[in-house]
């Protein structure tokens, strides 16, 4: 069961998540909220010039906006010749849910080619598709997470570009998860498109950072390089948290499933539903043999799940929602408890889990521990020896102010 909190620690959260609403920079010792923020893609005078008479290749989804007008539009505004689009999971409009095929077509409102490169084996363009690019713009936003797929579409992104010797510039957008660093680093023999990278659940990196270590450590393919530029954030620090404009893909509508999102993904690994299917999208927990007091029926939704864990079905569980966001925010770590006390309150055993639990582990020893009753405070001590070095790797690419 979600822990209940102390009153002095709701009062302490209630000032936070007024200063989330309000848009403050002070709510609580040691937290900020994001503010004035200016991400890359609105400083258009740092980049227009090396795009123009440049034949650009744009990698984009609707969190791609100066303002309220998407980047594509805002480029062919500016005069800029963007010939191709490559689209992530989510396609370019964000119409798919996850991993949802989404077809190669051509946008409605410029007639511009897209591409998905999430629909292939290799993830990335053909050296046909980029014979007539000169440089490729990457602009959306991350949510700061191993699993989440678009930074592996970065990585392959910039492989593609290295090979055909192609510059790439990546717009920066803050990371609302970029106030702390958590969660085991990803095991060899566990490599994954939800975990290409040998970093923690919680990196806390902007995206642009991250293509800068990508690049840096020489996961690329063969160790190749890309020509990377990166268009850096104004006001932006790693002591905050931001409030996304839009949301980053169809199941994380607003900020507490985003701050959720690396405690409750695991879910996606079980039998459990994470509330796909319904209003409240990683912020809720539940299944029919469950005994909560938070009740939903998953069911279709257009866009984001069309065919949900447990459709149709009552499922009791809990919902986490603010509470455990704030949780999140104010102990800067994952939680695991909900993981362990769904599994416990199941009382399954080993068929709790399916086989996409290790993949977003990352490892199988935590699935494991789980199982042999072992502590998530003793699991996390084994994870947070890890976490040292990573840091000091992160720590040569970091771009804003860092957290203590």
């Not at 990196?203 to 293509?211: F, W």
């Not at 939903?296 to 009552?314: D, T, W, Y």
Request: hydrophobic fraction near 35%.
């Amino acid at each position: 069961m979600v822990e209940k909190l102390s009153k002095a620690f709701l009062f302490v959260a209630g000032l936070f998540a007024m200063a989330i609403y309000s848009g403050c920079q002070e709510a609580g010792p040691g937290i900020r909220f994001a503010d004035n923020v200016v991400c890359g893609a609105d400083r258009t005078e740092l980049y227009v010039g090396l795009l123009k008479n440049k034949r650009v290749g744009l990698v984009a989804n609707p969190s791609s906006r100066i303002g309220n007008v998407h980047l594509l539009d805002s480029l062919v505004s500016l005069g800029i010749d963007v010939r191709r689009i490559f689209s992530p999971e989510h396609g370019f409009r964000g119409e798919g849910e996850a991993g949802e095929d989404i077809s190669d077509k051509k946008d409605t409102r410029t007639g511009i080619e897209i591409i998905s490169v999430y629909n292939r084996k290799d993830r990335k363009p053909t050296p046909g598709e980029l014979k007539d690019i000169d440089i490729i713009v990457f602009d959306i936003q991350d949510v700061g997470v191993r699993f989440y797929t678009y930074i592996s579409t970065l990585h392959y992104m910039m492989e593609a570009a290295a090979e055909n010797n192609i510059g790439l510039i990546i717009f920066d957008r803050p990371n609302p998860n970029g106030f702390y660093v958590d969660g085991p680093i990803r095991e060899k023999g566990f490599e994954s498109f939800v975990g290409l990278h040998e970093v923690p659940v919680v990196h806390g990196m902007t995206i642009g950072e991250y293509g800068k270590m990508i690049n840096g450590e020489g996961w690329l393919k063969n160790s190749i390089r890309c020509d990377l530029k990166v268009i850096p954030c104004l006001n932006y620090d790693h002591y905050c948290t931001y409030q996304l404009p839009v949301k980053p893909s169809p199941n994380l509508p607003n900020l507490e499933a985003v701050i959720l999102y690396p405690s409750i993904c695991y879910f996606e690994g079980t039998l459990v539903s994470l509330g796909r299917g319904t209003d409240y999208p990683f912020q809720i927990y539940g299944h029919p043999e469950m005994r909560g007091d938070y009740t939903f029926v998953p069911r279709p939704v257009p866009g984001a799940s069309l065919n949900p864990k447990h459709r149709g079905e009552l499922c009791r569980g809990y919902f986490i929602g603010r509470e455990g966001a704030d949780k999140i925010f104010q102990e800067k770590r994952i939680n695991l408890e909900w993981l362990i006390h769904a599994y416990q309150e199941l009382g399954i055993g080993e068929e709790f889990f399916t086989s996409y639990f290790d993949s977003l582990m990352g490892n199988d020893w935590v699935r494991k521990d789980i199982i042999n009753g072992v502590s998530g405070k003793s699991i996390r001590t084994k994870w947070e020896n890890d976490l040292d070095g990573f840091m000091q790797v992160r720590g040569k690419y970091l771009l804003y102010p860092d957290f203590k």
